[in-house]
């Protein structure tokens, strides 16, 4: 019996494909990088066909590498970066614009118009969303702006619009499946998470045709077929990036939370199937389940988190590696009073600001590249923080602990300093790859690889609990040093 699960997890700098066995062991890892495009100050963009030609040839390569046949993958799971809009002409497959990605901001001006609009309120009541450049539905408005006769061809279904996990699975079925999963649409800001429907009113507001949107399907379940070597394989599973990596920690139960710490960090919060409306800045987003019944999170996200790191490595040349930054923030013992906003493309959770621009401050004549590396570092738990107490505010429930997952979870100073910073003993999993664990999860339980939720609790194991070591009094002035300094680069580039 075919008994491999295949996860590919398209993430924002990197096509990732992981196999697993049924014991969630991983047994080989095959990724590779693709370009990121920046055609202009606040813009970021991806070619969507290197997308896809990069995360198809980094699975059909570990096939290779592993002698693995095909007949031996029970089914593949998909995880995906979010948000991220990719427009396509049906009938030749191509694109019609780059992939605008999560992370650019050229739409904020839409954002603002819908705002001035009176559409604020609709938009948190029906999506459980913020208004924000960080979703689909202005990107999409955006391209159909902007591409002359898109939105005619889109109108008679000749464009289709998909984020990452869409494309991907219409890829890979030879465009038999246009759909995507409860938990990608609910990022588009313009899906009602309580109708489990497509929003007319901001469909109208944004003058997006319904005909080029996927339909909506459970996030675990088959999708469709992709043929590989003559052999059919299910598709079986489909996740965005965070919510896969909620369920891939196993936080099941409403309270359970995790948080991601990778290009961006993002914390998710388990609320069961009642949504829970944020006073505090966060948003409300569907969960993935194991079955049709619907679950909801709360999320806050920062977005740039590890980003940092890489922008430290690649233009400022401080370091030839990433993991570089652990060792040379223990080099100094304390931040010598420099803190670094990295509000690059604006400030998430909980402060919304899309016109927030990184800062650096506190330097002095003595500040040296480590007082910088390990104030990037202190950055990344700051934010989480303002997530977590957001959180807490919220639901009046005091996280015990919280786990950790994400590339940059690896780093053991900036785990330890995010539980002396938080007060609380930070928990990270053996397997780090909740991600990919996430989408195998959902892809297994459809196919019948794993029986239900009991047993794949009984796989997920810990490795490291980091327990707080820190002054309480120490944590309150380095965090009011931390909130000054956020202050300084809020609204900054809303008059330039």
């Given at each position: 019996?075919?008994?491999?699960?295949?996860?590919?997890?398209?993430?924002?700098?990197?096509?990732?494909?992981?196999?697993?066995?049924?014991?969630?062991?991983?047994?080989?890892?095959?990724?590779?990088?693709?370009?990121?495009?920046?055609?202009?100050?606040g813009w970021v963009e991806h070619?969507?066909?290197?997308?896809?030609?990069?995360?198809?040839?980094?699975?059909?390569?570990?096939?290779?590498?592993?002698?693995?046949?095909?007949?031996?993958?029970?089914?593949?799971?998909?995880?995906?970066?979010?948000?991220?809009?990719?427009?396509?002409?049906?009938?030749?497959?191509?694109?019609?614009?780059?992939?605008?990605?999560?992370?650019?901001?050229?739409?904020?001006?839409?954002?603002?118009?819908?705002?001035?609009?009176?559409?604020?309120?609709?938009?948190?009541?029906?999506?459980?969303?913020?208004?924000?450049?960080?979703?689909?539905?202005?990107?999409?408005?955006?391209?159909?702006?902007?591409?002359?006769?898109?939105?005619?061809?889109?109108?008679?279904?000749?464009?289709?619009?998909?984020?990452?996990?869409?494309?991907?699975?219409?890829?890979?079925?030879?465009?038999?499946?246009?759909?995507?999963?409860?938990?990608?649409?609910?990022?588009?800001?313009?899906?009602?998470?309580?109708?489990?429907?497509?929003?007319?009113?901001?469909?109208?507001?944004?003058?997006?045709?319904?005909?080029?949107?996927?339909?909506?399907?459970?996030?675990?379940?088959?999708?469709?077929?992709?043929?590989?070597?003559?052999?059919?394989?299910?598709?079986?599973?489909?996740?965005?990036?965070?919510?896969?990596?909620?369920?891939?920690?196993?936080?099941?139960?409403?309270?359970?939370?995790?948080?991601?710490?990778?290009?961006?960090?993002?914390?998710?919060?388990?609320?069961?199937?009642?949504?829970?409306?944020?006073?505090?800045?966060?948003?409300?987003?569907?969960?993935?389940?194991?079955?049709?019944?619907?679950?909801?999170?709360?999320?806050?996200?920062?977005?740039?988190?590890?980003?940092?790191?890489?922008?430290?490595?690649?233009?400022?040349?401080?370091?030839?590696?990433?993991?570089?930054?652990?060792?040379?923030?223990?080099?100094?013992?304390?931040?010598?009073?420099?803190?670094?906003?990295?509000?690059?493309?604006?400030?998430?959770?909980?402060?919304?600001?899309?016109?927030?621009?990184?800062?650096?401050?506190?330097?002095?004549?003595?500040?040296?590249?480590?007082?910088?590396?390990?104030?990037?570092?202190?950055?990344?738990?700051?934010?989480?923080?303002?997530?977590?107490?957001?959180?807490e505010a919220d639901t009046g429930?005091?996280?015990?602990?919280?786990?950790?997952?994400?590339?940059?979870?690896?780093?053991?100073?900036?785990?330890?300093?995010?539980?002396?910073?938080?007060?609380?003993?930070?928990?990270?999993?053996?397997?780090?790859?909740?991600?990919?664990?996430?989408?195998?999860?959902?892809?297994?339980?459809?196919?019948?690889?794993?029986?239900?939720?009991?047993?794949?609790?009984?796989?997920?194991?810990?490795?490291?609990?980091?327990?707080?070591?820190?002054?309480?009094?120490?944590?309150?002035?380095?965090?009011?040093?931390?909130?000054?300094?956020?202050?300084?680069?809020?609204?900054?580039?809303?008059?330039?």
């Amino acid at each position: 019996m075919a008994s491999y699960i295949l996860a590919l997890d398209q993430g924002t700098t990197s096509s990732r494909v992981l196999l697993f066995d049924e014991e969630q062991n991983i047994l080989a890892v095959n990724q590779r990088e693709f370009s990121q495009i920046y055609p202009h100050e606040g813009w970021v963009e991806h070619d969507a066909m290197e997308i896809w030609s990069s995360q198809y040839g980094v699975m059909v390569e570990l096939l290779a590498q592993t002698g693995i046949s095909p007949k031996e993958i029970a089914a593949i799971g998909i995880t995906n970066q979010r948000e991220t809009t990719i427009l396509w002409d049906k009938s030749t497959g191509r694109p019609i614009y780059n992939a605008i990605v999560w992370q650019c901001r050229r739409t904020a001006p839409l954002v603002d118009r819908l705002v001035a609009d009176g559409m604020e309120e609709h938009i948190r009541q029906a999506t459980g969303l913020l208004p924000d450049a960080y979703f689909s539905g202005t990107k999409i408005k955006w391209i159909l702006d902007h591409v002359e006769g898109a939105r005619d061809k889109a109108k008679r279904g000749e464009i289709l619009f998909g984020t990452v996990d869409t494309w991907l699975l219409w890829k890979l079925t030879n465009g038999k499946v246009h759909a995507t999963d409860y938990t990608n649409a609910s990022r588009t800001m313009l899906y009602d998470i309580h109708k489990l429907d497509w929003d007319d009113e901001l469909l109208e507001a944004l003058d997006i045709p319904r005909a080029m949107l996927p339909e909506v399907r459970p996030s675990c379940g088959i999708f469709g077929y992709t043929e590989l070597q003559g052999v059919q394989i299910p598709i079986a599973g489909i996740a965005g990036d965070q919510q896969a990596a909620l369920f891939g920690q196993t936080c099941f139960a409403p309270g359970d939370a995790k948080n991601t710490y990778g290009t961006g960090c993002f914390l998710l919060m388990n609320t069961g199937e009642t949504p829970f409306a944020s006073k505090n800045g966060l948003l409300t987003t569907i969960a993935a389940s194991p079955d049709s019944r619907v679950r909801y999170a709360l999320e806050g996200s920062v977005f740039v988190g590890g980003a940092v790191i890489q922008w430290l490595r690649d233009e400022l040349r401080f370091f030839p590696d990433s993991r570089d930054a652990e060792y040379y923030a223990q080099k100094v013992k304390d931040n010598g009073g420099v803190y670094l906003v990295p509000a690059f493309t604006g400030l998430g959770a909980p402060y919304w600001d899309m016109y927030a621009r990184g800062c650096l401050v506190g330097i002095t004549r003595g500040t040296k590249r480590e007082h910088i590396v390990r104030a990037a570092q202190e950055s990344i738990a700051y934010g989480v923080w303002d997530l977590v107490h957001a959180m807490e505010a919220d639901t009046g429930l005091p996280l015990s602990s919280l786990k950790a997952d994400g590339g940059a979870s690896r780093d053991h100073f900036l785990m330890q300093f995010q539980a002396d910073i938080l007060n609380k003993p930070v928990r990270r999993p053996a397997i780090r790859e909740t991600t990919g664990l996430g989408a195998a999860y959902l892809a297994g339980l459809a196919v019948g690889v794993w029986k239900d939720l009991r047993e794949i609790e009984g796989l997920w194991k810990c490795d490291t609990v980091f327990t707080p070591n820190m002054d309480p009094a120490e944590a309150e002035h380095l965090l009011k040093g931390w909130h000054r300094a956020v202050g300084r680069s809020l609204g900054w580039a809303k008059d330039l």
